[in-house]
């Protein structure tokens, strides 16, 4: 798989350098990504259709898309250091860039009872909390006046939480034993997470008001965090775990055990082009693979 990746890679690179000069590294760069995740994708229908002509079983198509989509990983991001060598913010966000859609394929293509569904839209949200306040002030034994008044109270609420539309979509949302999860994936918590940790804080408040009982998991691949991480574990509305928790939390809900896959399939070291894992290891960039 590696070998196939990489005589694409080949082909693509030739194609890339005459298309773009040497002084364009992040034009080459845009396009070996581009052109690797297509023939990943051709790979991975390709895959899917024999798949269900040969009836394989959840776990055999699982594993294969896992491992066509970690080559692509180990090739793309050598091929990309090529053109435009990593440096060590790049390559960490990099890292975690890929991680999560990785992980993600146990639900895409699930061992056990998973089923995805689309979350709600910020603006029926709203409307279905604003008619349930609505209703319930109307019926208050209360004037007219005073009812009207107490709308606009309400109505004054929302322009302080928001003064617009709030993003309800995550990173994942599936349905277990007719429970509804929605996943919010992070690589790791950073010194400035303060705004992305207070509309988290915010997503989830929504969710948990919602009439359909929504429960909020949130996964990061870091070991070691910091106080936001523990913010939002410690909110008692994100249900948040962290390294070797998450992988068992992903089993627990997809049916999958991950780590045990990546511990046995992944070997970054070895599978790394040689001139690439000596450039990860001379700018001390390996403390980054850590999945």
Known sequence: MLAYFRN?????????KQKYAETQPENRAKAINRDLNETKSKLIATTLQQAEKDKWTHQEKLECLLMITYCNIVVMMESRNSVRPYEYMDFSRRVGELWYPFCKLCFYYPI?????????????????LTDEIVDY????????????????????????????????ELDLHFVSNGQKYVVDFKSGFGSNEKGNTNRLLLVASIYKNLSENFK???????????????TLKNSGIWDAYCGCEAYQKIMEYSGYDLKSWIESNMDWKNDFKPEAIAYFKEQNLLQYLLW
């Open 137 to 168: 002030i109307s019926n208050l034994n209360i004037s007219e006046q005073e009812k009207e008044k107490l709308k606009k109270y309400y109505d004054k609420v929302w322009s302080l939480v928001t003064s617009g539309e709030i993003k309800l």
């Open 216 to 230: 909020c998991l949130l996964f990061v691949r870091a070991l070691e965090n910091n106080s936001y991480f523990n």
């Open 8 to 16: 694409r890679a080949d082909e693509f690179l030739t194609e890339i």
């Open 112 to 128: 056990g009872d998973v089923l995805l569904f689309v979350p709600p839209l910020f603006s029926e949200v709203k409307k279905e």
